[in-house]
């Protein structure tokens, strides 16, 4: 699995990260200050600091998850697939958060710099949060569009010289809201200041496509 930053996890990473979505998940996350003691000393055997832990799972709980109230319930209409998908995939994005927040914070320690680091700590879930809302604006954007113009649609960069190269790649590309190029990419969330949007798919339109099955698919 691949963390917000590109970097990946190893399998034992994989498996405190769904161990960890899984409570956040739960209507008992939103009134917990830490992590469960069980769940945080899976942590340990990673190497990660029992006073990191604790800091990153307090963070974490913090806030509510993206779309959601103090109490875990919804606070935006999700009827839509890609807001849906989204709603399902921020315990698992926040859990990707409390993992390397800790990883983080161990390091700060063993540096001696862990009042700054948990201070700047503060900016990482403020980022994360913002990550998390504009993830969510995105894919209710783009189910509309889906809605009026869809269902095939075709990726759209601002095509100037301050485009990134994760978005350029995605240039034309065909796509539906059920079959997102790259498995999870939105147009617009691709990154923090990402400003890619999606135009429902013309026959007359000059664009790659893969067929698969019959039909133009992400790629």
Same mark, same amino acid.
């Given at each position: 699995?691949?963390?917000?930053?590109?970097?990946?996890?190893?399998? !034992?990473?994989?498996? #405190?990260?769904?161990?960890?979505? $899984?409570?956040?998940?739960?209507?008992? !996350?939103?009134?917990? $200050? &830490?992590?469960?003691?069980?769940?945080?000393?899976?942590?340990?055997?990673?190497? %990660? =600091?029992?006073?990191?832990?604790?800091?990153?799972? /307090?963070?974490? #709980?913090?806030?509510?998850?993206?779309?959601?109230? +103090?109490?875990?319930?919804?606070?935006?209409?999700?009827?839509?697939?890609?807001?849906?998908?989204?709603?399902? *995939?921020?315990?698992?994005? /926040?859990?990707? &958060?409390?993992?390397?927040? +800790?990883? /983080? #914070?161990?390091?700060?320690?063993? %540096?001696? @710099?862990?009042?700054?680091?948990? /201070? %700047?700590?503060?900016? &990482?879930?403020? !980022?994360?949060?913002?990550?998390?809302?504009?993830?969510?604006? +995105? =894919?209710?954007?783009?189910?509309?569009?889906?809605?009026?113009?869809?269902?095939? %649609?075709?990726?759209? $960069?601002?095509? *100037?010289?301050?485009?990134?190269?994760?978005?350029?790649?995605?240039?034309?590309? @065909?796509?539906?809201?059920?079959?997102?190029?790259?498995?999870? *990419?939105?147009?617009? !969330?691709?990154?923090? &200041?990402?400003?890619?949007? +999606?135009?429902?798919?013309?026959?007359?339109?000059?664009?790659?496509?893969?067929?698969?099955?019959?039909?133009?698919?992400?790629?």
């Amino acid at each position: 699995m691949a963390a917000p930053s590109g970097e990946l996890f190893n399998p !034992a990473e994989d498996a #405190l990260i769904d161990a960890v979505a $899984t409570f956040l998940g739960t209507p008992l !996350a939103s009134q917990a $200050t &830490y992590l469960p003691k069980a769940l945080a000393a899976r942590f340990e055997p990673l190497g %990660l =600091a029992v006073k990191a832990v604790r800091e990153a799972g /307090r963070l974490a #709980l913090s806030v509510p998850l993206t779309g959601r109230g +103090a109490h875990g319930s919804p606070t935006v209409s999700l009827m839509s697939s890609t807001a849906r998908q989204v709603k399902a *995939d921020e315990p698992v994005m /926040r859990a990707q &958060y409390v993992l390397m927040a +800790a990883k /983080r #914070l161990t390091k700060a320690l063993a %540096l001696d @710099v862990y009042p700054q680091a948990q /201070r %700047l700590e503060e900016n &990482y879930l403020k !980022a994360h949060r913002v990550a998390g809302r504009n993830r969510l604006a +995105a =894919a209710i954007a783009l189910d509309k569009v889906a809605v009026s113009d869809g269902p095939w %649609l075709v990726w759209n $960069t601002q095509r *100037d010289t301050t485009v990134e190269p994760d978005c350029a790649a995605l240039e034309g590309r @065909v796509f539906t809201v059920d079959n997102l190029p790259n498995g999870n *990419d939105i147009p617009g !969330a691709v990154h923090s &200041y990402c400003r890619c949007y +999606a135009t429902g798919f013309t026959s007359g339109a000059v664009v790659p496509i893969t067929f698969r099955q019959g039909a133009p698919h992400a790629f």
